[in-house]
């Protein structure tokens, strides 16, 4: 069986084919990087306009190049949240026509299952019962995965997502967008110790994050200093140390607490290295999706699609996305 993924929740335009029996069979991406680059974010319009541009001959270059029919499709997966509702809405509105006009199951992918579930497209993939750290530019989440479809949010973000609070840290030290990488890059600059950013909540019981006042922190304290290039690099270096201190003493509990022996690490922010290397040094084994499958792409949307075809999840023919949607209500 072969499932089409299709994914369009933001700014990166992703169609990969999973196949059952041989695997990931091929991927491909379109990045919007450069579109939303000069306006220093991503722009809802924008990107729909480019998804409605891309997809198709994105998925019809696929096939091509894998020299396989349409007709050989099973199943076509597309993201349906959570997500920006015009980006979804094309590829919604293109993968549940395809597959109405091919005449097979359409399944609707809850983004952030793909991004747990990516994992298991690499050869050494964990066994079930794991913990699951999500760090997106939307979503910041440790999760318990007992099966496919079956989590359970033991923490999350109050208010920024820690992609998001390093993209706006980055910009107020103006950097370009997108700003994670870039800040990442400078931090390798900057001198450890010179300046000391709070590790937000960790002081307190539980499992939840907050990141805007670091992020507020982070820019009082560049305004406060004298503003050189090297002081900018020391400010992130010192931010991403608190990012990456408490991403892993939360993680630490988490796992404490659960006695779960495997971590997953999923979503853009897991390809810094600095979280890479404190996340080492857990009582955990540490599974990461290889790096272009940490960030947005089709490849976990066809995978995630698979395991619902599977389940005997399909959608009717009614269109819907859901801009927000909790993790959890695929459990029940
Ligand atoms: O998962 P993703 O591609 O998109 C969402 O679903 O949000 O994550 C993108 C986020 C952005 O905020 C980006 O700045 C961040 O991941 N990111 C990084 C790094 N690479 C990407 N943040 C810190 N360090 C990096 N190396
Ligand atoms: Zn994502």
Redo the contacts with the bound molecule.
């Keep these: 069986m072969k499932v089409l993924g299709i994914e369009t929740?933001?700014d990166?335009t992703g169609v990969a084919i999973y196949d059952d029996e041989q695997g990931l069979l091929g991927h491909e991406l379109y990045s919007q990087v450069e579109l939303h680059a000069v306006y220093g974010g991503v722009v809802p319009e924008l990107a729909s306009r480019d998804h409605v541009r891309k997809t198709i001959p994105l998925i019809d270059s696929l096939l091509r190049r894998l020299d396989l029919p349409r007709s050989s499709l099973d199943a076509v997966a597309y993201t349906a949240g959570p997500?920006l509702v015009g980006a979804l809405m094309v590829g919604a509105m293109l993968g549940r026509s395809l597959a109405w006009g091919l005449g097979i199951s359409a399944i609707a992918v809850h983004?952030m299952e793909g991004?747990l579930l990516a994992p298991m497209l690499e050869d050494d993939r964990p066994a079930f019962p794991f913990l699951a750290l999500l760090?997106?530019?939307?979503?910041t989440m440790l999760v318990r995965v007992d099966a496919v479809g079956a989590y359970k949010v033991l923490g999350e973000s109050l208010d920024d997502?820690?992609?998001?609070a390093?993209?706006k840290t980055?910009k107020m030290l103006g950097l370009p967008y997108?700003?994670?990488?870039e800040?990442?890059r400078l931090a390798l600059r900057g001198r450890p110790g010179r300046y000391e950013l709070p590790r937000p909540m960790v002081d307190r019981p539980g499992l939840d994050f907050s990141f805007s006042g670091l992020k507020t922190y982070a820019l009082n304290t560049w305004i406060a200093s004298p503003g050189s290039e090297q002081e900018k690099a020391d400010i992130a270096r010192a931010f991403?140390e608190a990012v990456v201190d408490t991403l892993s003493i939360k993680a630490r509990r988490a796992l404490q607490e659960t006695g779960l022996e495997r971590l997953v690490v999923a979503?853009?922010?897991g390809?810094?290295?600095r979280?890479r290397e404190r996340l080492a040094s857990l009582d955990a084994a540490v599974y990461y999706p290889r790096p272009a499958f940490?960030?947005?792409n089709g490849a976990m949307i066809a995978y995630a699609g698979m395991q619902r075809l599977k389940a005997g999840d399909r959608v009717g023919l009614a269109v819907a996305v859901r801009p927000r949607w909790s993790l959890e209500a695929l459990s029940e």
């Design positions: 929740s933001c990166e997500g983004h991004h760090v997106s530019g939307g979503h997502a820690v992609g998001e390093f993209d980055a997108p700003g994670g990488p800040l990442a991403e979503g853009g922010v390809a810094n290295a979280l940490c960030t947005d």
